[in-house]
């Protein structure tokens, strides 16, 4: 069971569908369940074949990676190839339990890299030389989301706190994923494309669980193993946008402006030993929702599967949408993607998926009949490391009013995680999932006639 407070959740049958429902799809996104029908590998042969294609392994196997679920990815690849194909390896995870035999799976920082994730990049690093990693040999790289902050090799004259005060000050800005992991890329020894140039000449293949909008590959765990075309100067223009520039250490900012004026190589533009493979995302995680929304009767809509935007203003937005029945007769509408909250100075705890439900019952209580909203890390994690989202209908908008909680003043406040605490039956549990494809979202309508 995927979630892991469903009793105390499911009172009522709407809740129990929309619970249903959401495993459904993070079920379908987990390494177990994907790898298998995507990794095959032929003894005779030496060929590992990766959706279809082949490629010739002849010499040894290493395996490195990072991101929340690379760990069950390890596991699992461990188990579709003969234990003595696979050298060594190291792969940096959140959290959770598994079971290697060859591939060594370290425990780090996430959202803030930590000293645990530097030494285990350094460690994946240090296998070119302890190895002689070369022509002949294969690297195989499994990504995921997280792992930007799981894989920090800071650049030379940047140091670990440095990029931890970053991080904190971009996660509170507002920005994209996207453009905090540009920035990522050029205060790196492995993102952007550095750590797949690092191997060459070796074969380098990667095995991605995305959760970027669009699967970018350069985007997803900042690209360590993809050729990355954005500059210093696009760095800079980032900090600006976020007006930053004045906030972050001096030497970040002298280290991309040095970058800039061409005194310091960019990151590769190309890299002809890397290929790139994306196993799962966020719409294989809606296709299974939307199925399993048929199975029990639903008529299902996938609404997006690019959401983004500031929290509070997507989630009004949906909200407005529903209750001017833009949506017909469809009863469940589905939703994936990461929408990114802008934070007040002074702010409460909560997380982009909680303020999303806590905004959304708000919105709702104008809707003409019964509805449930839910919305979820498929990670297991909305900023709080202990709480995977939310969930409410009518009934936890009645319990807001009937103990007089100050709804509007706790979300100004982007404190939703206290509101719907306070309200009860709402933050949902999973734990570490082991898979990670960004967020999803959805609502149960139940019209009156």
Known sequence: ????????????PLRRFALDICEAG?????????????????????????????????????????????????????????????????????????????????????PIPDVRGVHATA??????????VGTGDTVICL????????????????????????TELLLASGAEIKEINLIRKHLSQVKGG??????????????????VIGNDLSAIASGPTYPDQTTFADALVVLEKYHLTDKIPSNVIAHLRSGAAGKMP?????????????????????EAMRQKAGELGFVPRIITATQKGETATVARQRASEIIEGKYGRDDVLLLGGET??????????????????????????????????????SDGSDYLPDVAGAIADGTSWQTANES??????????????????????CLVITGETGTNVGDVALYILKRQA
């Open 26 to 110: 993070i079920r379908a996104t987990l390494p177990a369940a994907v790898l298998p029908t995507v990794v095959n590998y032929d003894t005779n042969s030496q060929t590992l074949s990766i959706t279809g294609q082949a490629h010739h392994i002849s010499g040894r196997v290493f395996v490195v990676g990072g991101g929340k679920a690379s760990g069950a990815m390890a596991e699992t690849l461990e188990n579709l190839l003969p234990e003595s194909r696979i050298a060594d390896g190291v792969v940096a995870c959140k959290g959770g339990t598994y079971r290697t035999r060859k591939i060594r799976i370290v425990t780090a920082g996430h």
């Open 1 to 12: 069971m995927v979630i892991k407070n469903r009793d105390e959740l499911g009172f009522t």
């Open 340 to 377: 990114a909250p802008v934070l007040p100075e002074e702010h409460g705890t909560g997380g982009r998926n909680q303020h999303f439900v806590g905004v959304s019952m708000c919105e709702l209580k104008g809707f003409k009949g019964q509805w449930v909203v839910a919305s979820l890390g």
């Open 123 to 132: 460690d994946i690093r240090a296998l070119k030389d302890r190895y002689q």
């Open 266 to 286: 960019e990151t590769p533009k190309r890299l002809d030993n890397c290929h790139n493979y994306i196993i799962a995302d966020g719409r294989l995680a809606l």
């Open 194 to 211: 550095k750590l797949g140039h690092h191997f060459a000449p070796a074969q380098v293949i990667t095995l991605i669980i995305s959760d």
């Open 404 to 425: 007089k909680l100050d709804t509007k003043s706790y979300l100004k406040r982007y404190g939703s995680h206290t509101l719907l605490k306070s309200i009860g039956r």
């Open 143 to 166: 990504l995921s989301g997280g792992g930007s902050a799981l894989l920090p090799a800071p650049a030379e004259g940047i140091s670990l706190a440095d990029k931890q005060l970053l």
